[in-house]
């Protein structure tokens, strides 16, 4: 007795739930600007972003995130931590904090929950973080959190790529074990600095 059309309209509203209920997607890129040297890997974060805007149908215009970033920085001083936001819609948002030095030497726990390996998410740096956000808070005497997958391979940290320095040689995790291609990791890899293993 079903028609077509009802059905279709019953789709359409169970489908709200999901608008409604979901936090929506934002795209983030955290960077460092110094007087004098600007951003630095500006463009290796804005390529990230635009690569994951076309993976989640994201409209991702270049001149305008520029803008965003100009704006963001222009009568401020000092070291800085820049986060640039882009939403579904299409829409830039940047703030700016006094960038903290970091420790001279890192404290860290390995998390006892695994990520796993085939989660398309972990390639990309969203807003969605909350499993992130409450590791880091069990451990709050810690610098970092590091992950493991599913198979037991470390993979990375809760705001870093990891690397290891082995028999005089720098190794990072592969992406396919769940890891987020940082921009440092990526500066590294493609200058021959450091291997994936």
């Known amino acids: 007795d079903s028609r077509p059309s009802s059905e279709y309209d019953e789709c359409l509203l169970k489908a709200r739930y999901y608008e409604t209920a979901r936090k929506p997607l934002e795209l983030i890129e955290t960077m460092r600007h110094s007087p004098g040297q600007g ?4 463009n290796l974060h804005l390529a990230r972003m635009e690569k994951s805007a076309a993976v989640f149908d994201i409209t991702f215009d270049r001149a305008m995130a520029l803008n965003a970033l100009e704006n963001a920085v222009g009568r401020t001083s000092g070291n800085l931590r820049v986060r640039l936001t882009l939403d579904e819609s299409g829409s830039f948002g940047c703030s700016v904090a006094a960038l903290q030095g970091a420790p001279g030497s ?10 796993g390996s085939t989660d398309a998410l972990l390639r990309h740096k969203t807003n969605w973080r909350e499993f992130y956000e409450a590791e880091v808070a069990r451990y709050p005497d ?42 440092l990791r990526r500066e590294i890899i493609d200058a021959g600095q450091c291997i994936e293993a």
């Not at 951003?39 to 500006?42: D, E, I, P, V």
């Not at 890192?106 to 990520?115: E, F, G, K, L, R």
């Not at 992950?147 to 320095?165: H, K, M, P, Q, W």
């Open 39 to 42: 951003f630095l890997r500006r």
């Open 142 to 183: 810690c610098d970092e959190v590091l992950f493991v997958n599913e198979r037991g391979a470390l993979t990375e940290g809760s705001r870093t790529n990891i690397f290891v320095r082995k028999d005089g040689r720098l190794l990072t995790p592969p992406l396919h074990e769940g890891v987020l291609d940082g921009c």
């Open 106 to 115: 890192w404290t860290y726990a390995i998390s006892p929950t695994a990520v």
